[in-house]
């Protein structure tokens, strides 16, 4: 075990006491775990509501901030947070105006939000939800029926918080957010296990100088095992796998996405890749970006998320943007 | 080996491909190892340069922008770059106001800056260096004449590169980055050992259930090993280690620093109890920066790095920057 931490059970309060210390924008409730922007509710603005299990981060708690998320809500490590809190961070972000759920289709997830938006409209709130699936590499999973949801969240909060900050109504909110969903896929690679705070060792069985192609961000299985491929061979089945289900017909916003462990180093000579085989299929890339944003603890490997994007999307991308994890223009 | 690589011979050609493909505002010279600002030369501004070698992203081609470093020149991994290419950096980013080279205190890029400097200076540019060693771990080390260049290296960059960013004249911006080289103090912990792509497998031995204390950005040895530690005595070790050091007199700036496999997680989590030590000692924190900025490869562990501020550093960190690694206010 070689984990910065004092002892599992405080794995996740541990880490809000310090996003409370270090972020003085943002409320923390440590307590009921809901981490919300200081200034909610924001008048006149759909509020925007994510959360699920911890282990992932910066998603979904360092994506809290003006133009993106109004709350999020930490489960335990890849355990989905209660309705409970769901609800507290919508009652803590609505406006009057409504508010979104971005839910990662995951199953506990799904019900949890959906019982969620019950007790939340049960005061009173409007609620809309948006499912995030944009993983290719399976249909179903072990938590997971249908596509998991994976990089493509980034893409979701951030223009979908877009243009909640600009004032749009919950009708517009919610449809630029299933526009983005729908206009998104992605494709993660596994080149080590993840370590769990609870477990102490890797959750799966991946031998050196294996990969696992398709891997979830839970380390689900994926598509196949195959031996350590290059950089570029990575980079040509991920993309591929995107692409061919994608057939994007406009640029691309393109995230180059670590798992956790992958050196920045790394990730940015399979960033070369992936705009290698895009340029090979004639997609333009309009913008990258590239780090460690959908994680999965400590896990060495990276995936590709590729989201279609017009002109509007292409705006509310380049909108101003203050979180701990995502800022510009502000 | 799990690396995401393609030949252990192109892993940093491969990196600088990635960042001029993800970042058009940066001007890439793949073939001689530069990266710059594609504004450069800034009129009537001071250029910032630095460099080292590879392995420590973001540091320092991350902190290529407006308000923070025109150039950095990366080496081979854990390699200093050679003087020609800090030359050729200079020549890039000299608007005629002269450049100001940020030297991590390690024996190959003090001697190659030193060589740069007289190469520049034979072309008729200002040159200024400053020296950065805020490592209190040890003094003297496997690559280093006194102490270890670490953590400081961010906060001389943002800050010298701010006040560079106003307008300040050479000699001003030389005083601001040793003021804080001066005002700096780091200390950093290995959890497990890192992975150089050349040799593929761990650097040093550090096995299972130990750490190492006072660890170097390149595995060099620290203080001393010990069996594994919580993240709470782990913040009592390093802080304690780096106000013994410092005695702050004025509220600091704080970095938490990943090492770079040390997930975001734990990061806060250490967050928190770095926090908790400085309450106890009474020293006020100004701004806190958590993540993976001054790492080591696939290193697992963390450092702590802490500034004293005046007034005019505070407003140097809160200036507008807007670099791949570090962007607010633009």
Known sequence: MRMLINVPESVVSDALRGVAAAHPDLTVDVENRVVVRRDAP?????????????????????????????????????????????????????????????????????????????????EGIRIAKVLVNDDVAVTDSLYTAGRRGTGATLFVEKLAGAVAQEGAPLERVEAVARQVNESSRSFGVALSACTTPAKGGPTFDLPPGELELGIGIHGEPGRERRPMMTSAEIADFAVHAVLDDLNPTAPVLALVNGMGATPLLELYGFAAEVHRVLRERRVPVARTLVGNYVTSLDMAGCSVTLCQADEDLLRLWDAPVRTPALRWGI
């Open 42 to 122: 924001v008048a006149d603005k759909v509020g925007l509501v994510s959360g699920g299990g911890s282990g992932h981060e910066p998603l979904h708690g360092g994506f809290v901030g003006l133009g993106m998320l109004d709350a999020a809500c930490p489960g335990e490590v890849f355990t989905s947070p209660v309705p409970d809190q769901m609800a507290r961070a919508a009652a803590a972000v609505d406006s009057g105006n409504g508010v979104l759920f971005v839910v990662k289709n995951y199953t506990g997830d799904v019900l949890n939000f959906d019982m969620a938006a019950e007790l939340a409209e049960d």
